[in-house]
């Protein structure tokens, strides 16, 4: 099951799973470049920068989901692009709460929530990044 296989405002558990582990895997990923980029000094530490990345971005898709699907059902309004804001804004200020930084959360909750914003319009009119042009 994907992400957009099931209608907005339904499943809120399933679209949280999904989110969680793909925003897990991100951090992952990300934490083993930064590894790589800037070595610690002990494996401990390594440890400690992997997992503490792992869990935020987790979190922060946790969040992102679970405030958009009860967003979508809360205003009863399933396919509006608000409820990705909402759901990205939430996300933002998690990361600023956890980096103990007003500016942080603020320009997150304002970058995530316009992403999820135009991620959520492109997917309902058909934007493609990649691939061959329509003719």
Same mark, same amino acid.
């Given at each position: 099951?994907?992400?957009?296989?099931?209608?907005?405002?339904?499943?809120?558990?399933?679209?949280?799973?999904i989110? %969680?582990?793909?925003?897990a895997? &991100?951090?992952?990923?990300?934490s083993?470049?930064?590894?790589?980029? @800037?070595? !610690?000094? %002990?494996?401990?530490?390594? &440890?400690?920068r /992997? %997992?503490?990345?792992t869990?935020?971005?987790?979190?922060?898709? /946790?969040? @992102?989901?679970?405030?958009?699907?009860l967003? /979508?059902?809360?205003?009863e309004?399933?396919?509006? !692009? &608000?409820?990705? @804001?909402? $759901?990205?804004c939430?996300?933002?200020?998690?990361?600023?709460?956890?980096?103990?930084?007003?500016? %942080?959360?603020?320009?997150?909750?304002?970058?995530?929530?316009?992403?999820? @914003?135009f991620?959520?319009?492109?997917?309902?009119? $058909?934007?493609r990044?990649?691939?061959?042009?329509k003719?």
């Open positions: 099951m994907g992400y957009w296989d099931e209608p907005e405002g339904t499943d809120c558990v399933g679209k949280t799973w989110t %969680t582990k793909l925003a895997a &991100l951090g992952l990923a990300g083993a470049y930064h590894i790589m980029a @800037f070595q !610690p000094d %002990t494996a401990l530490e390594a &440890l400690q /992997a %997992t503490s990345t869990v935020t971005l987790a979190s922060m898709g /946790a969040i @992102f989901s679970m405030a958009t699907c967003t /979508a059902q809360a205003r309004a399933p396919d509006d !692009p &608000l409820n990705y @804001f909402i $759901g990205g939430a996300s933002g200020i998690f990361l600023g709460a956890k980096t103990h930084s007003a500016i %942080t959360g603020t320009s997150a909750c304002l970058g995530l929530g316009t992403l999820a @914003f991620t959520k319009v492109g997917k309902m009119e $058909g934007w990044i990649a691939g061959p042009p003719l």
